[in-house]
């Protein structure tokens, strides 16, 4: 039976790192002024008829603290690549001089950084959404090792266990909230 617990324990601590690295991998799309090749992360562009991430077809690098460079691998893919980082509404204007596209990121006001730090707070709660139901899953997957003659003891320690684990990952999750709000409104 301990070794169910262990088990479960495993499980639990591995899907709750796997929440924390998706949210932050979500919060590198929230940008905090700097230019960065994660901010064109999900852009989308038309590909010989089928829709395919950017960096499929194209090298992004930062050419300084405020500029991106998009250096398509078919020249003819250029205006391909504007249309698509357009239409991801990025409020991103790439501008084509023929070889490649550059990006001036603009700085950010006031209140787009508090929309930002609203939308980096709303993605970490649903990874604290997450991290609960996780912790329903294990407390279920205990009620059953009870209901198979796991002693009560076993079951209540268990049980602080993974309340343990969620609180130390919640906390995780409010740490990376708290660096992600400072980053977003500093100036």
């Known amino acids: 039976m301990t070794e169910d617990l262990d088990l479960i324990f495993d499980e639990f601590r591995e899907s709750n790192e796997k929440t924390l690295t998706h949210l932050e991998a979500e919060l590198t799309k929230v940008r905090a002024g700097k230019a960065s090749p994660a901010m064109l992360q999900g852009v989308m562009i038309e590909y010989y008829g089928a829709l395919t991430p950017i960096q499929q077809v194209a090298n992004i690098n930062t050419m300084d603290a405020r500029t991106l460079v998009v250096q398509p691998w078919e020249k003819p893919m250029l205006n391909d690549i504007a249309r698509g980082i357009m239409n991801a509404n990025l409020g991103l204007n790439p501008q084509n001089n023929g070889e490649q596209l550059i990006i001036s990121v603009p700085p950010l006001?006031?209140?787009?950084?508090?929309?930002?730090?609203?939308?980096?707070?709303?993605?970490?709660?649903?990874?604290?959404?997450?991290?609960?139901?996780?912790?329903?899953?294990?407390?279920?997957?205990?009620?059953?090792?009870?209901?198979?003659?796991?002693?009560?003891?076993?079951?209540?320690?268990?049980?602080d266990e993974v309340q343990q684990i969620t609180n130390g990952f919640i906390k995780r999750i409010d740490d990376v909230f708290d660096a992600k709000e400072k980053d977003v409104m500093t100036v």
């Open 109 to 159: 006001t006031e209140e787009r950084r508090r929309d930002l730090v609203k939308r980096a707070k709303s993605e970490c709660e649903n990874a604290k959404v997450g991290i609960r139901n996780h912790r329903k899953d294990a407390m279920d997957m205990i009620k059953d090792l009870k209901n198979e003659g796991l002693s009560e003891d076993l079951a209540k320690g268990a049980e």
